[in-house]
């Protein structure tokens, strides 16, 4: 019997322990990072909004000019199979399309690559670790390194240029920091390895706009807020405003809505999880329930 | 017998094939492009200027804090042993440092990550094709695309974050052009993907010096433009600067120096190979025959 207990993955058509996917090294997705991707949770056996994952990963695929030969059937049928086979009732499930290799030896034209989709799940992976989380996460701010700009790479295009944030990851973890939150080069908050950011004033959120990807859960918590009553703007959200909130939190995947009691030396809410942000976080893990938003795997016998 | 004919692989300490040298799906060098690299000709059995690309690769690990468990001579006896068995006399060899996984599953903390080393080779890869490179290539300088800034992504720490160039290749492609240059934020050029580029204007050569690699071959440039007689400015190179120039050329180790007959509808040499930049190529071939800079590979019998 294979080992699941460490994740699955979905390759040329074959349900494998994780330990055994692989792709090449000379395939453009390794050697150009020329590869976009998604993210949906599995959470107590269903996929959490699939259908919205699956809109921007194909919205991504296709602005990558790329070719993967599987309609949303199959790339829902995949998806399904592979974590079936895993067992694994929550976990972090990646669906990846990759440029692959030129089938013409020695082409350095990307037109001329055969694309290709994997796939690949593992446990559930919690970008803050949940008892932080709930004491609210403490967060750094970098002041060396910048988030790549849009008209450089577009963060609409979920990709795994990271180099910012792995910089900002050592500058954050070097300060006993949890993670990093990146300005951009006019001064304002943009995202930070895996999640987006919100800032909350009186009754009023702001969320970035431009520069950041436009996260699934962002738009959860966005939809939270409303039901809590606030008002919610998507634009620049500039440091020093941030600096000045009553409450801060983050949304992710892989995590939900996590309070922020710290930017740097800046404590919020007395350095604890603030109570708005506590609140959304109890709404999303309800939400994570809500049929309408389930997609149940059949895990078989 | 292994077929070596495409290239070969040095992956944990074993010489293969290429087709089967991959690495997890799961590797950070994978999932967060957190990966540097640097690429040492082969030509004619021998590398050139081995022990330049080494202090650079070697440099480039140290700021990526990457512990590779690997010295110069593991290094150096790793690469030349996988080229001798390839059989390759003139190739394009590539030394990887890769952040690995977590030791720690889950964890998001690089430092908490198994790196890893290995390196590929392949028959000699020409960024422009030969040919067209002695009639002058046609390059596309992109009105869309801007190179990632330094202070997102350290261009010196040489990386596979190719966004920026893929994106651009395609609008080139699309036009008819054999590649493409990306300006930075400020009007200044900066490079294209695997090149450096100088404008001439009379006896004077420009290079930008900021926002792009310092390539060993725009070193090896820099000295054949010094042995020409024309002096060498090494500074910020403003577009409207470049497109005055007289000649203009690239520099990669994907085929030396390349005349350069148009950018976008600017024609330089009446749309041909530019003479100064054509004696800096042939200049360029004769050095790599130079035995002060060459390590002859022990190909056995």
Redesign the interface.
């Known amino acids: 019997m294979p080992d699941f207990t ?2 699955a ?1 979905w ?1 040329r058509g074959e349900v494998v322990p ?2 055994e ?6 395939d453009w ?7 976009t991707y998604d993210v949906v949770p599995v959470w107590d056996g269903g996929f959490f909004r699939l259908g919205d994952y699956l809109d921007r990963f194909e919205a991504s695929v296709a602005a990558c ?1 790329m070719q993967i030969g599987m309609d949303r059937a199959a790339i829902t049928r995949a998806l399904s199979d592979m974590v079936a086979r895993s067992g694994l009732r929550r976990a972090y499930v ?1 669906m ?1 399309a990759a ?1 692959g290799t030129p089938i013409i ?2 082409s ?4 001329d690559c055969a694309n290709h989709f ?1 796939a ?1 799940c ?2 559930y ?3 803050v670790k949940p008892d932080v989380a709930e004491a609210g996460a403490r967060v750094w701010l970098s002041d ?6 849009a ?4 963060p609409l295009v979920k ?9 900002g ?2 500058e954050a ?1 070097e300060a006993g920091f949890e ?1 990093v939150l990146l300005p951009d ?1 006019a001064g304002n908050v943009t995202e930070g ?2 999640f987006n950011i919100f800032a909350l004033k009186g009754d009023r959120v702001v969320t970035p706009q431009d520069g950041v990807l436009h996260g699934i859960t962002r738009r959860t918590a966005i939809e939270l807020c409303a039901a809590e009553g606030l008002s919610i703007e998507t634009r620049a959200l500039p440091i020093s405003e941030l600096m000045q909130a009553d409450e801060v939190f983050l949304s992710t995947s892989g995590g939900g809505i996590i309070p922020v009691a710290q930017i740097g030396e800046r404590r919020f809410s007395n350095g604890a999880a603030g109570p708005v942000a506590l609140r959304l976080r109890a709404r999303y893990f309800a939400r994570l329930e809500a049929p309408d938003d389930r997609t149940e795997i059949e895990y078989g016998a």
Chains 1, 2 share one sequence.
């Open positions: 460490k994740g993955a390759i994780i330990a996917a692989s792709i090449g090294v000379t997705a390794v050697t150009h990072s020329d590869v000019h990646a990846v440029r030896p020695g350095r034209d990307p037109r994997y690949w593992v446990p992976v919690h970008v060396e390194v910048r988030r790549i700009p008209d450089s790479v577009n990709n795994y240029h990271w180099g910012d944030f792995t910089q990851l050592f973890k993670t080069h390895p895996g």
